[in-house]
């Protein structure tokens, strides 16, 4: 076999390994999605599946607003174009407090001050319109509500924010729940047509708690703090 045939194959089953592990995860935007009862069509498309699944690790950090935890290219705490400075590696926020942030979602980027504003406890029987009951049996729904403020200059018009899970107490990871579709206690919709430098949107995502114990924070995990070829890039926290 020649080398060029060898690099193909080997090229073919990384690829297979990689669809393998989406399909195991079934994530998107680090939440997977689980229909929701028949509702209005909401403005922005999305693809759903179904069940609920936790997010890839970014470890939750103790350290003060401002340090560094690893850093990353271009956002090492430098004052940002909409004032303040970007939120570093790890860095960790008390809910109410703003985190400037770059941003991508697709072909669109920019920047955002993201706020954890409020963590809600709900009740398991929130969720028995969405017909997933085997899949939450046990879990106590938490709403996570936050704001997303557009403090660039890029028009950010239907990108996504996402990639928020919950912290349990003691720090470990929540179950998340993305749900494709209208549900009233805790909307979660695109960015706005004309959201541009300015506005703001408030948004909501579900985290999902073993029966006794409580949601007490929240964790940010996009891009750049999720960058998996840098293994010391951590989420931004909030508590």
């Known amino acids: 076999m020649s080398s060029i045939s060898m690099r193909k194959t080997t090229l073919a089953a990384a690829g297979l390994a990689v669809a393998g592990t989406l399909v195991l995860t079934g994530c998107k935007d680090g939440n997977e999605e689980v229909p929701a009862a028949p509702a209005a069509p909401s403005s922005a498309a999305s693809a759903p599946a179904d069940g609920y699944a936790t997010p890839p690790a970014g470890g939750a950090s103790s350290a003060a607003p401002g340090a560094s935890a690893g850093g990353y290219d271009g956002a090492s705490g430098a004052p940002a174009a909409g004032g303040g400075a970007v939120a570093t590696s790890g860095q960790s926020f008390k809910i109410g407090q703003a985190a400037t942030i770059p941003f991508t979602s697709g072909s669109k980027s920019g920047q955002l001050a993201l706020t954890v504003t409020s963590i809600e406890a709900g009740n398991p029987a929130d969720l028995a ?4 009951a085997d899949k939450v049996k046990g879990q106590t729904p938490f ?13 950010l018009s239907f990108a996504s924010v996402g990639h928020i899970k919950g912290l349990l107490d003691g720090g470990a990871e929540s179950g998340v729940l993305l749900i494709a ?5 805790c909307p979660n919709e695109s960015l706005p047509s004309g959201f541009t430098t300015g506005k703001t ?13 409580k949601v007490t924070g929240a964790e940010y995990w996009g891009d750049p703090y999720n960058n998996l070829n840098k293994p010391a890039q951590k989420g931004l926290t909030w508590k």
Do not use: E, R
Not at 129 to 132: E, F, I, Q, T
């Open 181 to 185: 579709g209208k549900f009233d206690k």
């Open 201 to 213: 949107q408030a948004s909501c995502a579900v985290a999902l708690a073993p029966t006794g114990a």
């Open 143 to 155: 709403y996570i509500h936050y704001t997303a403020k557009n403090t660039g200059t890029t028009d």
């Open 129 to 132: 319109s969405l017909n997933v």
